[in-house]
Every structure is written in C-alpha cells, then in structure tokens.
C-alpha cells in the first residue's frame, strides 16, 4: 500500500509538469496570436497610465511660444477639446474614453463615444476613408493602417490639413492595449505626443 506522503512524492512533480506546460502553452498561444486579432474587443481608458492630454497640449502650444492658457489652478477635465469642427478627429483619438474595435480584411471600424465611426483599410488604399463620412470646406478626415511587427500603425489625414501617427501595440497578455500617439494640427507650430492606455472591458 503507498501512504500518502509516497503518493505526494510521485505525484507533485507530475502536476507540476502539467501546470508548468499549461502557462508555457497559454504564452506560447498568446504570442502567436496576430495584431488583428488581439486588438478586436472594446477598450476603456485607463487614467493612471495615461497620459494627460491637456497637459500634452498645452505642452507643445508653449513650446511653440504659445501661452497655454489654463492657468496653474485651472484642472477643468479636457480643456482644450472643442476646437473647430476639422479637429474633431483629433479630439476623438486623444480625449475619447472608450474604443471598440472590429476588424475584416482589409478593414478596421474604429467606434468612439457618441457612436461616433472611424473606418480605414490595410490594403494600400489612400484618400477613400473617413470618419463619420463628415466633411467642412472641401476637407475629409482619411487614415490608412498598416502592420509592422505586432503594432497597427495607423497615418491620418485630418481635414484641417494636419497629420496624425497613431500605433497600436496590445501587452499584458492581451489585456491591455498601449497607442503611442504623434498629433499635428494644421495650426499647431509643435506636435503633440502622448501615449494613451486602454483596459480590455471583461
């Protein structure tokens, strides 16, 4: 008859093994998944590791020899979103607290707060994507996506003539979503950079 600290003896390592080879093939899964199909699901900001983005702002309106304008007492939660009409996409990729994505080669749909609709391909096309199919003056919003590496790159052509570098990396296992962002309005005489994270909604 085995007692049962000579079944232990046999049988821990055993476990062990199983439950070591479970985590090494959990990782092993998760690595092999591609951009496309981690960055699918919806995203919610995530404050404490973010960025913020006025303070972003305000950053490169006085290193551009601007005055920022806020003041030291002024914290009023999202002070420079609002500009004209040509930034709102701007607005929407650097203050928006929720992102869901959707993804079917060789297209992205991007869906901000208020529903607001992001659409752009992957497959080289240039100048046939909006947001919100919206345009003022002549001008359209357009981006483009492509990947490098485990990243979605994503250059956008705002309306108001202004560029926009926006890459996409997904860490933590799936869970958390990192966009490395470089804004520059029209009117701006500096870029904007900040970095945003983003939390998996269970």
């Known amino acids: 008859m085995i ?111 208020s529903n607001y609709i992001r659409v752009f391909h992957t497959d080289g096309r240039r100048r046939r994507t909006t947001a919100n199919d919206f345009y003022e003056g002549g001008g359209l919003d357009w981006s483009e996506g492509n990947f490098e590496g485990n990243s979605l790159v994503v250059e956008a052509r705002p309306r108001d003539g202004g560029y926009a570098l926006e890459t996409y990396t997904v860490i933590d296992r799936g869970n958390r979503l990192r966009i490395d962002m470089f804004i520059e309005p029209l009117s701006f005489g500096e870029p904007i950079e900040l970095v945003r994270f983003f939390d998996r909604k269970d």
């Open 3 to 113: 007692n049962s600290h000579t079944f232990l003896k046999r049988w821990l390592p055993i476990c062990g093994f199983f439950s070591i080879s479970l985590g090494v093939d959990f990782i092993v899964t998760s690595a092999q998944q591609s951009i496309q199909e981690q960055i699918v699901g919806e995203w919610i900001i995530n404050d404490d590791l973010s960025d913020n983005t006025d303070d972003q702002v305000e950053a490169a309106i006085e290193a551009s020899g601007g005055d920022g304008g806020r003041g030291f007492f002024n914290r009023q939660e999202d002070f420079y979103r609002g500009g004209p009409p040509e930034h709102e996409l701007y607005d929407r990729i650097s203050y928006d607290d929720i992102l869901t994505i959707e993804y079917s080669d060789p297209e992205f749909r991007f869906t901000y707060e």
